[in-house]
């Protein structure tokens, strides 16, 4: 049965740090790429960050929408099973639901935020980030 749990939210001040970790369970990390999303009240949900396989070596290879580009990063601990979100210099605007999903078919893919409706097909239950002074 494949599981995938977020952890990590709260509220925080304007220019706080939070870290978010999504734990996967029945998965290989190495068989899938792991997106994250994030939904405000109101808004569509929106994948900012990923993280998939690069060849030949399944290294690493991260993928970040622009407006969290060089605020969070993405990174993943394969022996724990663990995908992490580092966010930095939180701004309100970033008050949202976030969740992990898992995608087989982006694997491979750099920009592995593509079609998330179609592509991913594992989620979190999501977790409450609230940045507010």
């Known amino acids: 049965q494949v599981q995938l749990v977020e952890s990590g939210g709260g509220s925080v001040q304007p220019g706080g740090s939070l870290k978010l970790s999504c734990a996967i369970s029945?998965?290989?990390?190495?068989?899938?790429?792991i997106g994250w999303f994030r939904q405000a009240p109101g808004k569509e949900r929106k994948g900012i960050a990923c993280i998939s396989n690069s060849r030949p070596t399944r290294g690493d290879s991260t993928y970040y929408m622009d407006d969290v580009k060089g605020r969070f990063a993405i990174s993943r601990d394969k022996t724990k099973g663990t995908v992490y979100l580092q966010m930095n210099s939180l701004l309100p605007e970033d008050t949202a639901v976030y969740y992990c999903?898992?995608?087989?078919?982006?694997?491979?893919?750099?920009?592995?935020?593509?079609?998330?409706?179609?592509?991913?097909?594992?989620w979190g239950q999501g977790t409450q980030v609230t940045v507010s002074s």
């Open positions: 029945g998965l290989t990390l190495d068989d899938v790429a």
């Open positions: 999903a898992a995608s087989r078919s982006l694997r491979f893919e750099r920009v592995c935020l593509f079609n998330p409706r179609q592509e991913y097909g594992y």
